[in-house]
């Protein structure tokens, strides 16, 4: 039985935006992609695996580094074409750009100085921490 | 000057996944999508302005409800592919189901017995609140 991932309006791609929320925290750490196959695992595994859209793979967050994304809970929206994952963010770094969240760029400014700032220090070196 | 708008990178729709948190209690409420002429009036108004995509326009949201999202900052994700909002959701409520926000359907159940359960309850009558 599946219907509960038949309910989801997945895009033409066959694609949802997955937005992971710390559930400690509550900060926002990732907007990333899910295809069917992609929720499918991250339920049955307990950690998030979404659609790697550049790579055209699957990709089971913290396969590399080793930060992976442990699923609390799991929400779709009103109109089901969007997925929110409540979870233990694992070392505390979920961008791989070393930053514990990849929503660091922060609009600073009026008028015409308006600008992205970034507002998170890197935790740890990049390069062992993509995916 | 508009380096901040040319910062995003838009998909071959001209649109980029806009989050929304609540500032207050940290709860994501929505997730909808912006052009680059909705994010330009969401910084000028103070307000958040969507594209919906269903009614190909400019939404800007809580214009029939009265449930307006009001901007406490702006981030973009180290991609500069994702928008997050942190709002005060005005009325407390941000679905057009009438419910706090619209991700109220949580995944329950195991195996084959996985379901989306509605969690949240409906604050204001349907109708009235869509926008």
């Known amino acids: 039985m599946s219907d509960w991932l038949d309910a989801i309006a997945w895009n033409t791609d066959g694609l949802a935006p997955a937005v992971a929320q710390d559930a400690a925290s509550g900060e926002v750490l990732t907007l990333a992609w899910m295809n069917r196959e992609a929720l499918e695992r991250t339920v049955e595994t307990g ?14 967050k913290g396969e590399t580094s080793g930060h992976f994304q442990k699923v609390v809970e799991i929400r779709i929206d009103c109109d089901a074409d969007a997925i929110l994952l409540r979870v233990e963010s694992v070392g505390g770094i979920a961008c791989h750009t070393g930053r514990r969240r990849c929503f660091f760029n922060k609009l600073e400014g009026a008028g015409g100085e308006r600008r992205w700032v970034a507002t998170e220090p890197v935790l740890e070196i990049p390069g062992k921490t993509h995916g």
Chains 1, 2 share one sequence.
């Open 47 to 60: 950690e998030a695996t979404y659609w790697s859209r550049s790579r055209k793979a699957l990709w089971h």
